[in-house]
């Protein structure tokens, strides 16, 4: 009877070995696999590829401001003439809009161009819109860069690709949208800084 009871208690005592084991090896494959699903796409906002868009200054022949234009680029920004910008399904990147707006400069707005400016028309004017026309061509000119994304070899891009450049549009449609109900330019957000044009007038 001893022995019986001994070789019990043994056994017993070999099983929970083996499942302790077991249970140990289970639980390391499922923490492996949650560690990779971690690396999987939560959302397909956050893990939408980007999508490279190329722009460029117009050419000196039709651009007489070109020469500054370039000038203030390598001054201040590092950018080429010919810069590429990567679209998320995000935000527009950063320097995207203030790149068309330096681009479409011109006319009324060219005085920003002068070397008085250069040290900050990057960083601070060309941030917000200058004037209603340089926005506008600003906008539309991103706008039609983008369709031509979608219109351009649209079945060796993916879907995810698709939903990017979508949604930039849908963003530039957007500001379109708003830019038809008012924009404040450069000029009258400079005078209600020196405090000679109340809010009312802006």
Known sequence: ????????????SLLLSVALVSGSHLQGRFRSHGAHATRRCATPVLCAPSVPLQ???????????????EEILSETTGLSASPTFALTAGELPADLLP???LKHLGGVDAFLLEPLFHPTVWTKQLRH??????EADALNDLLDACQALLVRSPSAR???ERRVV???????????LA????VVSYQERRLGELG????GDL
Not at 1 to 12: E, F, I, M, N
Not at 129 to 134: L, P, R
Not at 196 to 199: G, I, R, T
């Open 99 to 101: 790149f068309a707006r």
């Open 158 to 160: 993916g879907e995810a």
């Open 196 to 199: 000679l044009a109340s809010a």
């Open 55 to 69: 722009m460029a200054l117009l050419p000196k022949s039709d651009d007489s401001f070109r020469a500054e234009k």
């Open 129 to 134: 819109a200058v004037s209603a026309d340089n």
């Open 166 to 176: 979508s949604r930039c549009i849908e963003t530039l449609d957007a500001s379109l």
């Open 179 to 182: 830019l038809s109900h008012g």
């Open 1 to 12: 009877r001893t022995a019986v009871l001994c070789w019990s208690v043994l056994r017993v």
